[in-house]
């Protein structure tokens, strides 16, 4: 078994952490690959614009609705923001636009009715969505640099965001028999996702959470080194407007998911990885990875909290988009 020693820190035999060093892997040779093809088609979808075309803007809210002019296609819900208040900035999770849901760093594309979201809206049930949905990214985020290098880490996908299930979610392919985190691995895993979204010697623009789409040709090429993510990729492009792509990144890891997303990571506060549940399908040895967060700011005392990291830890039932699922019956 191997040993693990970090900041005082000693799992003993563990397959599992190495927070001390970022994987030095076939991952990490992928990611950078992936995130040069992502600048570089962020650049070439820039340079396509050409002349920049000018569109109105109708905010409606606190402190008072303005009108603005941004820039087509360059332009944001939060640049908008930034022309408004900074209490806007600050709490600015989602927007939406015209109606429809519309990520933070997403550019305009037309005259627009503008509202931003926050978790202290009367109604936070789309805005509770995208937080979920973004605690799953970001747990895939984790999970990619938390193993030792001999672990065989592939992410295969997460569910749709459901917070009546009590957790976010993220399956993943381990090359691992039967591993059973030990409680101290799962609180090592919770500290890292935590370091990973909320480090204060980073700058918010670090923090930020980029929406990008591509064509399916592209996508499949990004994703070379995935199997799960090439079988899935024409799928979604078929479901998609334009057969399009569309992918999130943060900091250098880059996903697939339709979105929308919270604006940064620092939106992300008290968070535990709560339970890892192995689901077998056919011969592979696939990982539910489940846990539970709290917007930043908002405050819950210890025993309520228990309560749901308890509920956390139960088997969440969402659909597995792999092959004949099994789960192993025993409470990890």
């Known amino acids: 078994m191997i040993l693990i020693r970090c900041m005082k820190l000693v799992l003993e035999e563990s397959p599992v952490i190495n927070v001390c060093f970022r994987r030095a892997s076939n991952y990490s040779i992928a990611a950078k690959e992936r995130n040069v093809l992502f600048d570089q088609e962020k650049k070439r979808q820039f340079q396509n614009i050409g002349r920049i075309e000018k569109i109105e803007v109708n905010y409606k809210g606190v402190p008072k609705d303005a009108v603005l002019v941004m820039n087509k296609g360059i332009s944001t819900p939060f640049n908008c923001a930034q022309h408004i208040s900074g209490m806007l900035v600050e709490r600015s999770a989602l927007a939406s636009v015209n109606g429809e849901l519309w990520d933070m760093h ?95 010697s980073q700058s918010e623009e670090s923090l930020k959470i980029e ?40 900091r250098d890891h880059i996903d697939i998911s339709r979105g929308p997303m919270i604006a940064n990571s620092a939106f992300i506060g008290r968070c535990t990885i709560a339970a890892v549940h ?8 696939i990982y539910r990875f489940q846990g539970v967060a709290l917007p930043r700011g908002i405050m819950m005392n210890h025993f309520a909290y228990s309560i749901l990291e308890d509920r956390a830890r139960k088997l969440n039932p969402a659909w597995f988009s792999g092959k004949s699922m099994r789960v192993n019956a025993a409470a990890i």
Not at 227 to 236: L, V
Request: aromatic share 10%; hydrophobic share 35%.
């Open 211 to 250: 929406r990008l789409e591509i064509d399916e040709e592209l996508a499949l090429e990004m994703f070379s080194d995935n199997e799960y993510k090439r079988e899935q990729i024409p799928s979604i492009a078929s479901s998609n407007n334009g057969n399009k792509i569309i992918l999130y990144r943060f």
């Open 106 to 200: 997403r550019p305009l594309v037309e005259d627009s009715e503008l509202h931003f979201l926050h978790f202290r809206d009367t109604d936070q049930f789309h805005i509770n969505k995208a937080f979920w949905r973004t605690c799953s990214f970001l747990l895939g985020a984790t999970i990619v640099n938390i193993f030792k290098e001999e672990v065989s880490v592939k992410l295969h996908s997460f569910p749709a965001p459901n917070v009546k299930s009590g957790s976010f979610v993220y399956d993943v392919s381990l090359n691992l028999n039967d591993w059973k985190p030990s409680k101290d691995e799962l609180r090592v895993i919770s500290a890292e996702m935590v370091k990973l979204t909320q480090s204060q």
């Open 278 to 285: 192995k689901i077998q399908s056919d011969d592979e040895h």
